[in-house]
């Protein structure tokens, strides 16, 4: 074979993979609507499970059982509360925000600043214990 040839062969190769790799890429972007609905269901954000009274199985949405019987933990764990709502994150935001105008503001002495701090700080460290017993009770 001659030089010629040689390139031509190569170079209808590389047009070649070039090509069978963008057909595989492109393909790869096609999703139908119940893939689309079924990936959109996944990204969703998890619903609170809500665990009865005494020890048992979690009610509706717990962790998944394998048809032999046994715990499947492939499947995405869910929260074990319901979390504190956006309507709630902005009062609190609010009252932070409003404790700290009044210290720069000077009509709050630095002592009633340090109260206000130091009763968050125990709300905080203590927040958790009592939450804690109320669910256990």
Same mark, same amino acid.
Do not use: W
């Given at each position: 074979? =001659?030089?010629?040839? /040689?390139?031509? /062969?190569?170079?209808?190769?590389? =047009? @070649?993979? /070039?090509?069978? $790799?963008?057909?595989? *890429? &492109? *393909?790869?972007?096609? &999703?139908?609507?119940?893939?689309?609905?079924?990936?959109?269901?996944?990204?969703?954000?998890?619903?609170?499970?809500?665990?009865?009274?005494?020890?048992?199985?979690?009610v509706e +949405?717990?962790?998944?059982?394998s048809p032999? +019987?046994?715990?499947?933990?492939g499947a995405?764990?869910?929260?074990?509360?319901?979390?504190?709502?956006?309507?709630?994150? *902005?009062?609190?935001?609010?009252?932070? =925000? @409003?404790?700290? @105008? #009044? #210290?720069?503001?000077?009509? /709050?002495?630095?002592?009633?600043?340090?109260?206000? $701090?130091?009763?968050?700080? #125990?709300? *905080? @460290?203590?927040?958790?214990?009592?939450?804690?017993?109320?669910?256990?009770?």
């Amino acid at each position: 074979m =001659t030089k010629n040839g /040689i390139r031509r /062969i190569a170079t209808f190769n590389r =047009t @070649a993979l /070039i090509c069978a $790799a963008a057909a595989i *890429a &492109l *393909a790869g972007c096609n &999703l139908t609507a119940e893939q689309k609905a079924a990936a959109a269901a996944k990204r969703a954000a998890p619903t609170a499970v809500v665990m009865p009274a005494t020890k048992g199985d979690a009610v509706e +949405g717990g962790l998944a059982k394998s048809p032999d +019987g046994y715990p499947n933990f492939g499947a995405p764990l869910t929260a074990a509360n319901v979390q504190m709502s956006d309507e709630q994150a *902005a009062e609190l935001q609010h009252q932070l =925000t @409003a404790l700290a @105008a #009044r #210290r720069k503001a000077g009509t /709050i002495s630095e002592a009633e600043y340090q109260a206000k $701090a130091a009763e968050m700080r #125990r709300l *905080a @460290a203590e927040h958790g214990a009592d939450t804690l017993s109320e669910i256990s009770k």
